[in-house]
Structures are given as C-alpha cells and as structure tokens.
C-alpha cells in the first residue's frame, strides 16, 4: 500500500516541480553600470557644471579677495609686531576678525548654494538616468542592471556605463 501511494505522488510532484525547473534554467541576462559615471558623462551634466562655474564665479572670486585681504592683515600684525602702537595693533586685529568672520559667512553661503543647486540638477539628472537605464536594459533583453560600486567582479562587456550616458543624451538632448 505504502508504495503504491508512492507511485501515484511522483507524477504529481513531477507536475509541480516542472514549471519551476524550467525557471532554474533560464539564463539571466545582467548589465552592469556605473550610474555616478554615467550621469557624469552626459551632454547636460557638462553643461550644467559650466553654468554653475559661470553663476558663481564672482562670489568665488569674492572669496578669494577676502582670503587675499585677510592674509594681508594677518602679514601686518607679523611683520610689524612691536611697532605698531597698542591702538594701531587693536585696529588690525579687529579689521582681521571682521574679514575673517565675513568670508567665514561668504564662504558658507557660497557653499551651500552650489550644494543645492547640484543636488538639485543631479537628483533630476538621476531620476532620468534611472528611466533611461529601464528602457536600455528593455532594448538589450536584460533582466537586471546593477551598479559596478556593488560589484565585485564583472566582465566588461556587460557595462553598460556608456550606453546609458549616450542613451540619456539622446533622450534629453542640450539646448545650446
């Protein structure tokens, strides 16, 4: 009895288990990225990393005169230590502290507007290359894509890195 219960389970089990076997056996299809490097590559990145040198440049060049000013200071109180007057010394001291707390302020307010800014154009930039990395891997039969800083080991003809920085040109082209 024990083994004709037996001989009617296999043919089910059979059943069962053969879609799933099929699955085991399929070849995966992987394309590897470096979506940093990716989106680093593209035409509006490029762009937008002049636009941002541009826009900021006379605030940058606004630091580097208080940097210059503030090193002129610091030079005077070393070079004439002892003979200047206790007023006169007071003076520079003072005038260096002012300086020093303005391009503290100018130099932290430059910075956290280019922070913004980027992080703005690359979380839009982002965004899009994640679009633009669905439709490639869509077009190439792949059926995964992950990024190469979570990669070990890859063969290089799986990166995708280039395509993806041409494909995202392609779809978002600049306006020059």
């Keep these: 009895m024990y083994c004709l219960e037996f001989r009617r389970l296999v043919p089910i089990l059979c059943l069962t288990f053969a879609p799933a076997a099929g699955i085991a056996t399929a070849q995966t299809k992987v394309g590897v990225i470096s979506v940093q490097r990716a989106v680093l590559d593209t035409a509006e990145i490029k762009k937008a990393q002049t636009e941002l040198e541009a826009k900021y440049k006379p605030r940058q060049d606004l ?16 070079t004439l230590a002892g003979k200047l007057t206790p007023q006169a010394e007071q ?6 502290q002012r300086k020093q707390r303005e391009l503290e302020r100018t130099t932290e307010d430059l910075q956290a507007d280019v922070d913004r ?8 930039s982002g965004q899009r290359m994640q679009e633009v990395v669905k439709k490639l891997a869509e077009e190439k039969g792949l059926d995964i894509v992950v990024d190469v800083t979570n990669t070990f080991y890859f063969k290089p003809a799986l990166d995708i890195t280039k395509d993806a920085s041409a494909a995202y040109d392609k779809a978002y082209p600049v306006k020059q």
Aim: net charge negative; charged share 30%.
């Design 117 to 124: 800014e980027r992080n703005d154009i690359l979380g839009r």
């Design 91 to 96: 003076e520079l001291q003072v005038q260096g």
């Design 63 to 78: 630091v580097e005169k208080l940097q210059k000013e503030l090193q002129g200071i610091q030079n005077q109180l070393q």
